[in-house]
């Protein structure tokens, strides 16, 4: 995925200005999907500009411009969302942490597992949570969408859960151990 894309998806739902776009990566686009502030989001907009992918339909008060998507545009976006799966670069911090574990002493790999499970139950939680909100105060637009990206996101983070607890098993089987690590049950 680029922040090209990401961009031309958020406009093909609404058009914003790029300081909205920018504010749509500080809430959970940017904590669960993509990162990216406004020193990236200016100039690729004025690239995607520039290409005929998006416009500029309004111009306001201190230079402020409002974007679209433009059929092009679209297009792009479209052929993009049904393209195969897994044909991107992958840059994934906490996968590499992963392969790296074995560096650790098996009680710091346990350790490690434990922050991992940890980690996963809080942004279970906070999913659960923002699910419950939405349920009672249903956001503007297309209310599916999100729908199905805290569904994706829940699901990841309890097969992430589950992984680890696993993992810890597997660790203090090698090591002879009975601990299974696991702080709580959901």
Known sequence: MSLSHAL?????????????LSKEFERDLGRY???AGHTSVYPELIRLAEQGLVEVTHEGARRSRTYAVTDKGREELREWLLSPWGQGVVRNEQVLRLFLLEALE????VTALRGVVEHAEGRMSELRALREKRDVEPP??????????SEYGLRQYQALRD??????EHVNKRQGSTDSGSPRQP
């Open 163 to 168: 992984w680890a607890l696993w993992a810890i």
């Open 106 to 109: 098996p009680n710091e790999t």
């Open 140 to 149: 503007e637009g297309l209310d599916v969408l999100g729908q199905l990206a």
């Open 33 to 35: 999907a993509w990162q």
């Open 8 to 20: 031309l998806g958020l406009l093909a739902i609404e058009p914003a200005s790029g300081y909205e």
